[in-house]
């Protein structure tokens, strides 16, 4: 079983360089991309910070990275696993969105950095 579907398994089978139509909101949220090994080399560097309309998803947020990017990024990004605040992703359609109860009630805007980590395919055993 993947971790996650590539997006040559999404539909449409080509990952878009640019993020769905439906991100209209005014609010944003902040990402921090970590890359590792080839994602590292392919983006040049060991992470950076997004910021993205709050309705954004997981897809989004790597349709953002292909584009800032290019092709060497994206190619890795087709094949890689990504975990969202130290959970695996399963689906490219998850809302980038930072759960945390403590943030419950009054203090609900009040959002930590959301991270997501790209792990590209590891060799080895």
């Known amino acids: 079983m ?3 579907p590539s997006f040559k398994d999404a539909d449409p089978p080509v990952l878009e360089t640019q993020p769905s139509a439906k991100l209209t909101s005014g609010k944003t949220t902040t990402v921090q991309v970590r890359y590792f090994a080839s994602a590292k080399a392919a983006a040049g560097l060991d992470a950076e910070t997004l910021s993205l309309p709050a309705s954004s998803t997981v897809h ?6 292909s584009g800032l990017h290019g092709e060497k990024l994206s190619r890795i990004l087709t094949a890689a696993s990504f975990l969202l605040n130290g959970v695996a ?3 490219l ?3 980038i969105v930072f759960t945390d109860p403590s943030l419950a009630g009054p203090t609900a805007d009040k959002r930590a950095v959301i991270e997501l980590d790209v792990l590209p395919p590891f060799a080895g055993g």
């Open 60 to 65: 989004d947020v790597l349709a953002a990275l």
């Open 93 to 95: 359609f998850t809302p």
């Open 2 to 4: 993947r971790v996650n």
């Open 89 to 91: 992703v399963r689906d």
